[in-house]
C-alpha cells in the first residue's frame, strides 16, 4: 500500500497545485467537495471517494481489453467468475449414469456435461476406481478402452470443470458381466476345447495332440520345431558323435550353407548328430537334406530322449526300428512318424550313404514345443 499512498500524495498535490479550487488544508491532502460529489485523501492515507445520494461510482477500464485492478485482483474477472454458471451433466438418474457391459467388450462412452459458458470443459476421475482398461481419451470427452472380463460392479464420480474452474460431478457406475470366451463361439482352432477362465488370460484352450499355440492354430504336422534357425536351436544345442573332420553339428541345420559346407558329416554308420530342442516337443516328423550327391544319407534311424541320458528308437508301425528315408539331393525329404513321440533330444543315426564317401546331413524336425500347447 506504501507504493500506493505515496503515487496518490504526488497526484494529490499535483492536484493542488494545477487547480485552485481544490482546497487543500491541514486535515487533508486533497478535498473535492463540488455539489454531491466528495473526494477525500488525508495525509495518514486515508483516501473517500463518494458519490451524493443517488448517484454511482463508476469505474471504467480502456474498452481494448483494459482490466481493473483491486489489489492486483483482476476485478473483470473475479466478476465473470463469481457470475459464472458450473456445468450441468445431461438427465440421468437420481443416482448417477449406469452401464452394463460384458468383459471384453469395447466401450465407448460421451462424457456429457452441458457448459452454459460454452468453454471447454475437463473431465476427471475425483473418486473411486474406473474398472481397470478403462480411461478418459485423449479429447478429455470420452471413456475408451476394454471391459475387463470380471465380474465386478465400479462406481467413480467424474468432475467436469469448466474454464471458470465452476464444475459439476457425477457419479459413474459401471456392472461388468464376466464374459463366457467359449460361447457361442469358441476362438479355439481345429477341434481344441475351450476352457473360460478369468484369470490372466479370459480363456485356454486344450488343443487336440496335433495343434498347439493359444487358439490351436499351429499344425504340428509340419511346424518347424526350428533346427534350421540358430536363434532357436544355438550351436551349442547341436552335438554329434564321431564327426567327419570339420563338418560340424552346428552345420547340420536344415538348408545350412555356412561353416565348412552344406550339412554335418559322420564317419561311419556309428556316427550320430544330435539336436537337443531345449525343452520337451511333439515330434511328429523329420525333414533331412544331404551335403551333396555324393555325400549324402539315403536312409537313418531316429532315437530320442527327455533326459539326454536314456535314448529310445522311434519306432515303425510293426513295433521295430523305424528306417526313415534320407535322399541324396538338397531338396528336403520329409517323413513323418507313425506316432508322434516327446522328447528334447534327437539324435539322426545314418544307415545307407554312399560306400566310397561319408554320411552327411542336414536336418530339421517338425512338431510342436508342450509348453506352447497352453493346456490348462
Ligand atoms: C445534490 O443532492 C441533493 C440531495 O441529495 C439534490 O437535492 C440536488 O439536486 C443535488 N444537486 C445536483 C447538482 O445534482
Ligand atoms: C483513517 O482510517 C483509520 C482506519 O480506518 C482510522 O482509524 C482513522 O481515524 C482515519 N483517519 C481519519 C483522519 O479519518
Ligand atoms: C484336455 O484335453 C485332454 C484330451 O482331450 C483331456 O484329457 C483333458 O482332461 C482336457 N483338459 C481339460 C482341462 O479340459
Ligand atoms: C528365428 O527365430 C527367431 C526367434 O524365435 C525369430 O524371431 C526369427 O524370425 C526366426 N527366423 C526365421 C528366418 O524364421
Ligand atoms: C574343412 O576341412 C577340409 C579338410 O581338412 C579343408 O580342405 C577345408 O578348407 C576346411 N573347410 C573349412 C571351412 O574350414
Ligand atoms: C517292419 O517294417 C519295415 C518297413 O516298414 C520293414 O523293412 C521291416 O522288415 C519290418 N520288420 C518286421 C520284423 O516285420
Ligand atoms: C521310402 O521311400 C520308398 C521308395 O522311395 C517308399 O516306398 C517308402 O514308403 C518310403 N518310406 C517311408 C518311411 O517314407
Known amino acids: 500500500m506504501a507504493a500506493f499512498n505515496n503515487r496518490l500524495h504526488f497526484l494529490v498535490l499535483s492536484f493542488c497545485f494545477l487547480f485552485s479550487f481544490i482546497a487543500c488544508d491541514n486535515g487533508g491532502i486533497l478535498q473535492i467537495h463540488y455539489p454531491n460529489i466528495s473526494l477525500e485523501a488525508d495525509t495518514d492515507g486515508n483516501v473517500t471517494l463518494q458519490s451524493g445520494a443517488d448517484a454511482s461510482v463508476y469505474i471504467v477500464p480502456g474498452t481494448n481489453g483494459g482490466s481493473v485492478y483491486f489489489e492486483g485482483e483482476d476485478l473483470l474477472h473475479l466478476i465473470k467468475v463469481i457470475n459464472g454458471l458450473p456445468p450441468v451433466w445431461k438427465e440421468h438418474s437420481a443416482t448417477g449414469f449406469f452401464y452394463t457391459a460384458f468383459g471384453g467388450e469395447t466401450m465407448n462412452v460421451k462424457l456429457e456435461a452441458l457448459d452454459p459458458e460454452n468453454g471447454k470443459m475437463e473431465y476427471r476421475v475425483v473418486a473411486g476406481t474406473m474398472p481397470p482398461g478403462l480411461r478418459i481419451d485423449s479429447s478429455g470427452s470420452r471413456i475408451i478402452g476394454q471391459v475387463p472380463d470380471v465380474n465386478a460392479i465400479y462406481s467413480f464420480t467424474v468432475r467436469a470443470t469448466n474454464t471458470n474452474d465452476k464444475y459439476a460431478d457425477a457419479v459413474f457406475r459401471m456392472e461388468i458381466i464376466e464374459r463366457n470366451q467359449c460361447i457361442p463361439s469358441s476362438p479355439c482352432q481345429h477341434g481344441g476345447f475351450c476352457v473360460d477362465t478369468m484369470g490372466e488370460t479370459p480363456y485356454v484352450c486344450n488343443c487336440t495332440e496335433q495343434y498347439s499355440g493359444v ?15 540358430a536363434s532357436v536351436i544355438p550351436e551349442a544345442m547341436m552335438s554329434a558323435f564321431l564327426t567327419r573332420e570339420n563338418y ?16 554335418w558329416c559322420g ?21 533331412s537334406q544331404s551335403y551333396s550327391s555324393t555325400y549324402y544319407t539315403g536312409s537313418y534311424q531316429m532315437t530320442y530322449s527327455t533326459d539326454g541320458t536314456t535314448f529310445n ?21 520329409v517323413s513323418k512318424l507313425p506316432d508322434p513321440i516327446t522328447a528334447r533330444f534327437v539324435r539322426f543315426h545314418p544307415v545307407s550313404y554312399s560306400s566310397s564317401h561319408y554320411p552327411c546331413l542336414r536336418v530339421d524336425l517338425n512338431g510342436c514345443y508342450v509348453d506352447t500347447d497352453n493346456n490348462p
Do not use: M, Y
Not at 215 to 229: A, H, Q, R
Open 215 to 229: 487358439n490351436c492354430e499351429i499344425p504340428c504336422k509340419t511346424n518347424s520345431l526350428g533346427v534350421k534357425n
Open 248 to 263: 560340424t553339428a552346428a552345420d547340420g541345420r536344415l538348408d545350412s550353407s555356412g561353416g565348412s559346407g552344406k550339412g
Open 267 to 287: 564317419s561311419n554308420a556309428n556316427s550320430w548328430l544330435q539336436i537337443d530342442l531345449g525343452r520337451l516337443a511333439r515330434v511328429f516328423g523329420a525333414i
Open 313 to 333: 528308437d522311434v519306432l515303425g508301425n510293426n513295433g521295430t526300428s523305424l528306417v526313415l528315408n534320407g535322399t541324396s539331393s538338397s531338396s528336403h525329404a
